[in-house]
């Protein structure tokens, strides 16, 4: 075996353990990721909307939730949680079209303090 084709196999090999696809990612399918997996955009009312990254001109800005994350807040506290989730990126992270790092809000509201009762002595 010559140098040339022992590197040639191992580029193929390389290529095949890195053949990575972002729309495999994403999900495929109709509109909304219930049929292929994948992430969704959620309104504030705590609808699905599309698919993450297809946006549409006068929407906020989106906030996307992978199947399993949209499932567990669903659980948690139904459409209601979604939607909370929704405002909390579109107050922390308003600019739709803002260049630069994403911001990363929590989908879970953080807990406030709760006040100590006072006893009566």
């Known amino acids: 075996m010559t140098k040339q084709e022992l590197i ?3 580029e193929e ?4 353990l890195l053949d990575e696809d972002l729309g495999a990612w994403f999900g495929k399918g109709a509109k909304g ?3 292929g997996g994948g992430w969704d955009r959620y309104n504030t ?6 698919k993450c990254g ?3 001109k006068g929407e ?3 906030k996307c939730l992978s199947k399993s994350k949209a499932a567990s807040l669903r659980a948690s506290g139904g459409k209601k949680a979604i939607a909370n989730a929704v405002r909390r990126k579109r107050k922390k992270d308003p ?12 989908n879970r509201p953080k807990k406030g303090k709760k006040k100590a009762k006072r006893s009566k002595s």
């Open 8 to 10: 040639s196999i191992i």
């Open 13 to 16: 090999e390389i290529d095949s």
């Open 33 to 35: 990721g219930v049929g």
């Open 45 to 50: 009312k705590g609808e699905r909307i599309g």
């Open 54 to 56: 297809d946006s549409k």
């Open 60 to 62: 906020g800005k989106p």
């Open 95 to 106: 600019n739709k079209n803002r260049r630069g790092k994403a911001k990363n809000v929590s």
